[in-house]
């Protein structure tokens, strides 16, 4: 007991001190990005996490060793007031619930929830039942549970997913933790078990500052991401996994599997859900920069929102007026999705932390030090 309880301390405590970001360590990274560079720099955006690790050792399933959580992106405050949607999926290996009614109205409801592949279900009825709890009159309207998005990668590496050790009051207290400001990387929420070009992987995120005509817009990025294979890392047009040739993940059992990406992307640029579909397939290009080619075994699904909703356009609510940015300027927005997805990326990769889970399963921390000894090397350093 005192061993896991001492495990637990050290976990958290690593995750907890924030280590220098991507850009701080000099690597060179194209765009402005917003005073936080993530997406809370999009006003109103909120984040929670529940993080959930205890045990060591051998595999028992439905005890652990456990090393997950739920991550929830709250788009428009606590609040299930509608925001354009739209999503986009590069490979279909993985799971984002709520798509149907994005495809047909165009909108989302409420908070978004990133968990590991065996919890989607239990994050997905976690959000609805919380937001009856905050939002229902008592009467049957729709949407009073909503259809939550909730989206997920596999943890089987370190964790013990089939304990299904996720649970509606984790759900609850991501989303009571949810909060804007400076947002909390790496080893966190949803990502805690994650693997990412077989370095620790987890969460992440960026942003860019961008100018369309006279108009002054943030993209913001989230990312879980657990994907991809060592020799494909590309950082910044250096080939850091063809470098980086050792630590490679120790596993036992059960054997290392390809992984997935799930991306949200915000901005309060005013766009129609046509053109978020747009924005959503632009979230491919980003991750490509870092080595990727989406592998068979890959779910990798994006999710992108304004939060510039329509408004009523008469007192009876049977007219709305939609703002867009014209799709000749849509150019500036594809540019910080690609940008802000990459940067989001390689800060997941340098807030890693290394960590060990089921069976002794480890997986390493991308060496920040032989990084940035890399980008010096390759004169793309700054």
Same mark, same amino acid.
């Given at each position: 007991?005192?061993?896991?309880?001492?495990?637990?301390?050290?976990?958290?405590?690593?995750? #907890?001190?924030?280590?220098?970001? &991507?850009? &701080?360590? /000099?690597?060179?990274?194209? /765009?402005?990005?917003?005073?936080? %560079?993530?997406?809370?720099?999009?006003?109103?955006?909120?984040?929670?996490?529940? $993080?959930?690790?205890?045990?060591?050792?051998?595999?028992? +399933?439905?005890?652990?060793?456990?090393?997950? /959580?739920?991550?929830?992106? #709250?788009?428009?405050? @606590?609040?299930? +007031?509608?925001?354009?949607?739209?999503?986009?999926?590069?490979?279909?290996?993985?799971?984002?619930?709520?798509?149907?009614?994005?495809?047909?109205? /165009?909108? %989302?409801? !409420?908070?978004?929830?990133?968990?590991?592949?065996?919890?989607?279900?239990?994050?997905?009825?976690?959000?609805?039942?919380? %937001?009856?709890?905050?939002?229902?009159?008592?009467?049957?309207?729709?949407?009073?549970?909503?259809?939550?998005? &909730? +989206?997920?990668?596999?943890?089987? *590496?370190?964790?013990?997913?089939?304990?299904?050790?996720?649970?509606?009051?984790?759900?609850?207290?991501?989303?009571?933790?949810?909060?804007?400001?400076?947002?909390?990387?790496?080893? *966190?929420?949803?990502? $805690?078990?994650?693997? #990412?070009? @077989?370095?620790?992987?987890?969460?992440?995120?960026?942003?860019?500052?961008?100018?369309?005509?006279?108009?002054?817009?943030?993209?913001?990025?989230? *990312?879980?991401?657990?994907?991809?294979?060592?020799?494909?890392?590309?950082?910044?047009?250096?080939?850091?996994?063809?470098?980086?040739?050792?630590?490679?993940?120790?596993?036992?059992?059960?054997?290392?599997?390809?992984?997935?990406?799930?991306?949200?992307?915000?901005?309060?640029?005013?766009?129609?859900?046509?053109?978020?579909?747009?924005?959503?397939?632009?979230?491919?290009?980003?991750?490509?920069?870092?080595?990727?080619?989406?592998?068979?075994?890959?779910?990798?699904?994006?999710?992108?929102?304004?939060?510039? &909703?329509?408004?009523? +356009? %008469?007192?009876?609510?049977?007219?709305?007026?939609?703002?867009?940015?014209?799709?000749?300027?849509?150019?500036?927005?594809? @540019?910080?999705?690609?940008?802000?997805?990459?940067?989001?990326?390689?800060?997941?990769?340098?807030?890693?932390?290394?960590?060990? !889970?089921?069976? !002794?399963?480890?997986?390493?921390?991308?060496?920040?030090?032989?990084?940035?000894?890399?980008?010096?090397?390759?004169?793309?350093?700054?």
């Amino acid at each position: 007991m005192l061993a896991a309880v001492l495990l637990l301390f050290t976990f958290n405590t690593s995750i #907890c001190q924030q280590k220098p970001r &991507a850009r &701080a360590l /000099g690597i060179p990274f194209h /765009g402005t990005p917003g005073l936080l %560079n993530a997406i809370t720099d999009v006003k109103g955006v909120m984040v929670g996490y529940k $993080t959930i690790v205890r045990g060591e050792g051998k595999l028992v +399933a439905g005890t652990g060793p456990v090393r997950t /959580g739920v991550t929830v992106i #709250c788009p428009n405050g @606590q609040s299930i +007031a509608p925001l354009p949607a739209a999503w986009y999926s590069l490979n279909g290996d993985g799971e984002m619930t709520g798509l149907p009614a994005i495809d047909d109205y /165009g909108l %989302n409801y !409420g908070p978004i929830g990133i968990t590991n592949t065996n919890s989607v279900g239990m994050v997905r009825d976690g959000i609805g039942q919380w %937001n009856v709890k905050h939002f229902s009159t008592g009467k049957l309207v729709d949407f009073s549970f909503g259809l939550p998005v &909730a +989206a997920e990668t596999w943890d089987g *590496v370190l964790n013990d997913i089939n304990g299904f050790h996720v649970t509606t009051q984790d759900v609850f207290d991501a989303l009571d933790s949810a909060k804007g400001g400076p947002i909390t990387e790496g080893s *966190v929420g949803g990502g $805690t078990g994650m693997v #990412c070009y @077989q370095f620790k992987g987890g969460s992440g995120t960026a942003s860019r500052v961008i100018t369309v005509d006279s108009g002054i817009y943030t993209v913001g990025v989230f *990312v879980q991401a657990n994907f991809g294979r060592r020799n494909e890392l590309t950082v910044a047009g250096v080939p850091v996994g063809e470098e980086i040739t050792d630590l490679k993940p120790e596993i036992h059992v059960p054997k290392e599997k390809d992984g997935s990406i799930i991306v949200v992307v915000v901005t309060d640029a005013p766009l129609m859900p046509l053109q978020l579909k747009q924005v959503a397939k632009r979230v491919p290009l980003g991750i490509a920069r870092t080595g990727t080619i989406s592998h068979n075994g890959s779910g990798d699904i994006f999710l992108a929102l304004s939060t510039q &909703a329509p408004v009523p +356009a %008469n007192k009876n609510g049977s007219l709305e007026t939609w703002k867009s940015v014209p799709k000749d300027f849509m150019d500036p927005i594809y @540019q910080a999705t690609v940008e802000a997805t990459e940067e989001a990326i390689i800060n997941v990769l340098v807030a890693g932390v290394t960590t060990t !889970g089921i069976n !002794g399963n480890k997986v390493y921390a991308l060496p920040t030090g032989r990084l940035v000894q890399l980008m010096k090397k390759y004169n793309r350093g700054r």
